[in-house]
């Protein structure tokens, strides 16, 4: 298969933090979030790809193209990846309609006016980065990205400085822009909800290694590992203990696992747990806040030191005792794991 | 091969700049360096040792060490207090006095001088003091007043809601320490290197002398004829003043990098001066009358005939002077101007790329540059002097090359290098890196990308640093005594002169001299209606 980026072994170091081995492929048309926690490494696997940041071992392909080896790398302009930037990263002293001409010097003035206004800022062509919204600044670093005719879509943060408001069609418009150029995306975002609105395939780092690869949806229905689960899902994990031989201890009793029981976690999401008026042997948590929820209220309680999601039937004020029963089967997953690799 | 093309092209502005560097910075340091250790007239480090030992030197250091923390008292009372109650303050007229803060910069320390021994008798360790601090007590004011620009209001005004005005007013001033300090070790620096104003009181009767004297008059008994055989060497003589410059610079420089950081979020709001409004203006008066007003009004006496006792002062005598001026003084003022603007033309040329790798986290760079300014300019003159007077640089160049404008221009530019790659570095520093690289993933060639993207932000800094330059250059002196074809500029033609009498057609050339290194920096002002606070 021709893959848009393909990535064999990529190593960084800068400073302390070493990001990788890492290694995964990005089909032609695909929408990729790279999701983790701040400092996993995320936007450095971006600019490694880029160029902007060097790799030190590592392949890097797009379209097939050799861009960096452990012979040289190409420089960032000639990889054919445009760059969407945090803060839009928009140049202080040129209009918009400047930016678009500087990114391709072959657009005449009326060309640059229409593809600003496809990027729905036609009214900003002459107007300078100090004079426009967050929104419009950051629809104008996509623009000028697309501009110089990308084959892939590479977007840090693009929705950080943009408002709620705004965010939705913004979302909608690097989908439509996209689609309508046929080239893939990747998207590095901690925002879980943005992941999910822009990309329909998930890539999780955590301390500078990719720890799941797959489907969104496949990822946020059986996460392969704690980490995953939480980040994606909203999952509590709490820790378990050693029990005998293949099994662990959980709050919730035992279960059998595989693995060192310090690197397991048991796995609760939103809406694994009930919460009752304690009156048998399941665990004991304290409310701390209650909502109405469907058929009846949601609760956050705090149970060993965690906040845990449980559906109640009736409110629970907050400070009572409440007893978590679950609904599901237990599931206890590693906190991570390099096999995706 | 294309691509491994495109990248030297890239990076020839910086390699040439570098080589210029090398070449006028790097290899006269060195080479006094290596003369201090390897001798042919067996100069060995045991004359460091001999040197601690010499009684008069020590008394050298001692008199520097007194008189920079002398004057530095006198900057900080003049400079300091300008700053502070122009900046942010509802002081009458605080919009016009404010920027003018810099100008008592561009009146040279020996005009200064000149202007103080015209008026009073000037003898002696204290008089000697206060003019130097009044010379440089512009380095105080600008970098205090830069600090209170760039201050976060909200912090003076959370101070102000804690613990009252005087306490804020503290915090401020705490807020401002590194600037404050920067400023200081700068203004400490220049008073200490600085030997043309110490040597100038010498002639009107001082009866003791620094250690940059000593290091001149050492050079100049060398370049008479005196063998260094048994005597310690100018450069050997300046090894510990260097040495503890080059550690004043570093710390001055680490200072200032760490104020740069700071954001600006919120202005300092205006704080009333109260019951002081007008008594306050006297801080004002005071530094500008000392620093401008009184050089500038001996100038003017000067050239109305004030030294000839014989008749009055009067307008026919000032035409005289004027017609004089013409006649003696203009070709010295026309090469300081020339050499001023050609200095300030190349030092942007080779500052603007070290500048840029300086601001991206070429620390290295950035001290090399800096170099310059801890060393004294009369040891950087003799640094040149020995390096392309013989030996291979001398023959790579041509022996003309040392007599030539060229040689004057490259030890100028060399000199003053520092303060273009410091501000423009500072001001890349401010350039989000983000932008750049914004630039760097499109398909544009490096020119196209430098010209239109890295060039522009910097335009401001650059006409502040190539103004400055200028007017430095117009009143360099030192380096002015050294280098053959500066000998004939207007500054150090002006020194001699009024040595001998011609103080009336001197004080023309001067006043010639100071309007044309005011008109420069304002021109911005004049025809973009730039704020004047942009100078500083």
């Keep these: 298969m021709n893959y848009a980026v393909e990535a064999e072994g990529l190593q960084c170091d800068k400073g302390s933090f070493r990001l990788g081995p890492c290694s995964f492929a990005v089909g032609p048309r695909a929408r990729v979030a790279i999701v983790g926690p701040s400092g996993s490494g995320k936007s450095t696997l971006l600019r490694c790809l880029a160029g902007l940041d060097r790799a030190n071992k590592g392949v890097i392909r797009v379209h097939g193209q050799v861009v960096r080896d452990d012979h040289g790398a190409m420089s960032p302009d000639r990889r054919g990846l445009g760059f969407v930037f945090q803060d839009g990263a928009l140049w202080p002293h040129m209009t918009a309609s400047q930016h678009l001409r500087f990114a391709a010097p072959g657009l005449s003035q009326e060309q640059s006016c229409a593809m600003l206004s496809r990027g729905g800022i036609g009214h900003v062509a002459d107007r300078r980065p100090a004079e426009m919204s967050g929104g419009e600044a950051q629809r104008l670093g996509l623009m000028r990205a697309l501009a110089a005719e990308p084959r892939v879509l590479l977007l840090d943060e693009p929705l950080r400085s943009v408002d709620v408001h705004q965010r939705d069609a913004l979302v909608l418009l690097v989908r439509e822009l996209a689609d309508e150029r046929g080239i893939a995306t990747i998207l590095v975002t901690h925002d879980r909800d943005e992941a999910l609105a822009l990309a329909d395939e998930i890539l999780v780092m955590h301390g500078g290694r990719i720890v799941e690869h797959g489907p969104a949806t496949t990822l946020l229905q059986s996460p392969g590992t704690a980490f995953a689960a939480a980040f994606l899902g909203g999952a509590a994990c709490l820790p378990v203990d050693a029990s005998r031989d293949g099994f662990v201890a959980t709050a919730f009793g035992e279960t059998n696992a595989r693995g060192e029981a310090k690197m397991l976690r048991l796995v609760l999401m939103p809406g694994d747990l009930i919460a009752v008026p304690p009156s048998g042997d399941g665990p004991r948590a304290r409310a701390i806040a209650s909502v109405p929820h469907e058929d009846g209220y949601r609760i956050r309680a705090a149970l060993l030191g965690q906040i845990v999601l449980a559906q109640a039937a009736t409110c629970i004020r907050p400070g009572e005792e409440v007893e978590l029963r679950l609904r599901r089967p237990l599931r206890v997953l590693p906190w991570t794991t390099a096999n995706a690799q | ?536």
């Design chain 2, 1 to 536: 091969m294309a691509a491994r093309a495109r990248d030297w092209i890239a990076r020839a502005p910086f390699c040439a700049a570098i080589l210029f560097v090398v070449c006028f910075v790097v290899a006269p340091m060195l080479l006094l360096l290596w003369q201090t250790i390897d001798s042919q007239d067996g100069l060995t480090l045991v004359a460091w040792r001999e040197l601690f030992a010499d009684p008069q030197d020590r008394a050298r250091v001692w008199a520097s060490a007194q008189l920079g923390l002398a004057s530095l008292c006198v900057s900080i009372g003049l400079g300091f207090t300008h700053a502070w109650v122009t900046v942010g303050r509802d002081l009458p007229l605080g919009r016009v006095l404010g920027p003018l803060g810099i100008a008592p910069l561009v009146v040279p320390p020996i005009f200064v001088a000149m202007g103080f021994a015209d008026l009073f008798p000037v003898a002696g360790f204290w008089p000697c003091a206060i003019l130097l601090g009044t010379a440089h007590a512009p380095f105080v004011c600008v970098l205090v007043a830069r600090g209170l620009r760039s201050l976060d209001g909200r912090g003076y005004e959370a101070a102000l809601m804690l613990r009252g005005r005087g306490r804020a007013e503290l915090w401020l001033v705490r807020a401002i320490l590194p600037e404050l300090i920067a400023g200081c070790m700068l203004a400490f620096l220049f008073t200490v290197a600085d030997h043309g104003v110490p040597e100038f009181l010498t002639v009107k009767g001082k009866t003791w002398h620094t250690y940059s004297e000593g290091v001149f008059s050492r050079w100049t008994r060398r370049a008479v004829g005196t063998t260094f055989a048994d005597r310690q060497s100018p450069i050997v003589a300046a090894a510990p003043l260097v040495m503890a410059l080059l550690t004043m610079l570093w710390l001055a420089l680490k200072l200032r990098g760490r104020a740069d950081e700071r954001g600006v979020r919120a202005e300092l709001p205006l704080r009333p001066l109260g019951g002081w409004r007008w008594p306050s203006l006297l801080f004002p008066a005071l530094y500008l009358g000392a620093g401008v007003l009184v050089p500038v009004f001996v100038l003017a006496r000067w050239a109305l005939g004030s030294a000839q006792k014989a008749e009055p002062m009067s307008l026919a005598f000032l035409r005289q002077s004027f017609q004089k001026a013409v006649d003696q003084g203009v070709p010295d003022l026309m090469h300081s101007i020339w050499l001023a603007l050609g200095t300030a033309a190349c030092v942007l040329l080779i500052g603007l790329p070290l500048a840029r790798r300086a601001g991206r986290g070429g620390r290295l760079v950035e001290a090399l540059c800096a170099v310059p300014i801890a060393s004294p300019a009369i040891l950087l003159g003799i640094g040149l002097v020995l390096t392309y007077n013989s030996g291979p640089l001398a023959e790579l160049f041509g022996y003309g090359f040392y007599d030539g404008w060229g040689f004057a221009l490259a030890g100028y530019v060399a000199r003053f290098l520092p303060f273009c790659v410091l501000t423009l570095a500072a001001q890349v520093r401010r350039v989000p890196l983000a932008a750049e690289e914004a630039a760097r993933m499109l398909p544009r060639s490096a020119l196209a990308r430098a010209l239109t993207i890295h060039l522009p932000p910097l335009l401001p800094a650059a006409w502040s640093a190539s103004a400055l330059v200028f007017v430095l250059s117009l009143r360099e002196l030192d380096l002015a005594v050294v280098l053959p074809a500066a000998n004939s500029t207007a500054v150090r033609r002006l020194a001699n002169a009024v040595h001998f009498q011609h103080e009336d057609w001197s004080g023309v050339i001067a006043l010639l001299l100071l309007s044309i290194a005011v008109l420069l920096p304002l021109l911005p002002s004049l025809i973009a209606g730039r704020k004047l606070a942009s100078l500083s």
